[in-house]
């Protein structure tokens, strides 16, 4: 048999997310690559007993069909919490999808076409590129620092780009740099899309997870023209196999997303939208995310200080003020995907992310994303002093992989 394939099929190609899962499964290998929580951080016996509460006769129905934007519940108790967060909101404006993934789907089918144009920070987040990737469109990357997306440049990027469509951002603790935007960057990145009449399409899943700093208003709080699409996940918050998360637009936008998640896969889970809904309903979601966002400020500052201490002076990386990644920056001339498939994996039973695959049009090979959050501290100091030893020995010349 032949297929004849869409053309939007060439745009989809194994990814490094894909590799960074597989690699996640093996047990030699200590992985920096998956956005990972702390599943010792997992509140199972609280998700234990509302499984045996649902799981009766007398609650059948958490088993049947719902409706394609969510549990009204769950929308309603996701609606107080943006709004307590500054994001004002009713149930009436969100769509409850399967983890934030799929709000990207959603959005890139409801307003890309071939060739159109999105703006993104170079780098990005990988998933976001694969979601972005089958609508065939073009990137325009735009300029990142310490304090987020460089809104000068941003406007220079506008200006050159006619069938901009939209601006993807993650701001903050962004994926994969760990940087925050700015306040007054916020406020211009909005100020630009109402002068170009451009979606917004604001990434969530960290905003929560925040160590240290001033509390900053999301994008969707600060527009006034309802161009802004809010995402936002419970993966990094309660559990990431839920695969749950959330959708914020107004009017038609909202109206045609559902539709088109409708026809993707007609709703989310009736019992794990349940199973989050009591959760909300029985417990202080507000502590257990106290309680991880200590765990992770301490593996962020374990994870600083061994490469402050053991990796090399030439190898330099971000200080996060929240989120799950840091973004190392080695010497001009290194190729982390190499340095990883020749030395660090065969050698010291490591993997990172090579920064490459982060950016949306060609970008350095000298860049690496490295998560912190999703292994025991013992396992976390062990395998960063072997790769920080690794990339010494390999960039002075002594390893013996060096060429």
């Known amino acids: 048999m032949t297929v004849r394939f869409a053309a939007r099929v060439d745009r989809v190609r194994p990814s490094a997310i894909r590799e960074l899962l597989r690699l996640g499964e093996d047990p030699e290998v200590v992985s920096f690559g998956g956005g990972y929580p702390d599943p010792a951080l997992f509140p199972v016996d609280e998700l234990r007993a509302i499984f045996d509460d649902l799981l009766t006769p007398a609650n059948s129905r958490v088993l049947q069909y719902a409706g394609s934007t969510g549990l009204l519940r769950l929308r309603e108790q996701v609606a107080d919490r943006l709004t307590a967060d500054g994001t004002a909101c009713t149930a009436e404006d969100l769509l409850i999808t399967s983890g934030g993934q799929q709000g990207l789907d959603l959005v890139a089918k409801l307003v890309l076409d071939p060739g159109d144009t999105v703006i993104t920070e170079d780098p990005t987040f990988l998933g976001a590129l694969i979601a972005f990737n089958p609508m065939e469109p073009t990137y325009a990357p735009v300029r990142i620092d310490g304090n987020g997306m460089d809104t000068e440049d941003l406007e220079r990027v506008l200006a050159d780009s ?20 700015s306040l007054p960057r916020r406020r211009r990145l909005i100020e630009l899309a109402n ?19 001033d509390h900053l208003p999301t994008l969707r709080s600060l527009d006034t023209q309802g161009r ?48 989050a809904s009591a959760y909300l309903d029985r417990y202080d979601i507000d502590a257990h995310i106290a309680t991880i966002v200590a765990a992770y400020r301490r593996k962020r500052d374990l994870a600083l200080s061994v490469l402050d201490e053991r990796m090399p002076a030439g190898v330099r990386h971000t200080a996060p003020e929240g989120g799950l990644f840091t973004w190392l920056t080695f010497p001009d001339g290194v190729d982390t995907a190499a340095l990883m498939q020749d030395v660090l994996l065969p050698q010291g039973k490591v993997a990172y992310v090579p920064g490459a695959t982060f950016f949306p049009v060609a970008g350095p090979a000298s860049h690496a994303r490295v998560n912190f959050s999703g292994l025991p501290d013992d396992v976390l100091v062990a395998g960063l002093t072997r790769m920080s030893e690794l990339v010494g020995a390999h960039l002075s010349g002594s390893g013996p992989s060096n060429k």
């Open 195 to 213: 002068e170009h009449d451009l979606l917004v399409v604001e990434d969530t899943p960290y905003r929560s997870l925040r160590f240290e700093g």
């Open 228 to 275: 802004v699409v809010h995402l936002g996940s419970f993966s990094k918050i309660l559990a990431p196999g839920f695969r749950l998360g959330w959708l914020l637009a107004d009017g038609e936008v909202l109206q045609k997303l559902s539709l088109l998640k409708l026809a993707g896969d007609t709703q989310c889970s009736t019992l794990t939208m349940a199973a």
């Open 162 to 181: 006619p069938r901009a469509r939209m601006i993807y951002t993650v701001p903050d603790f962004q994926n994969p740099t760990g940087v925050t935007m």
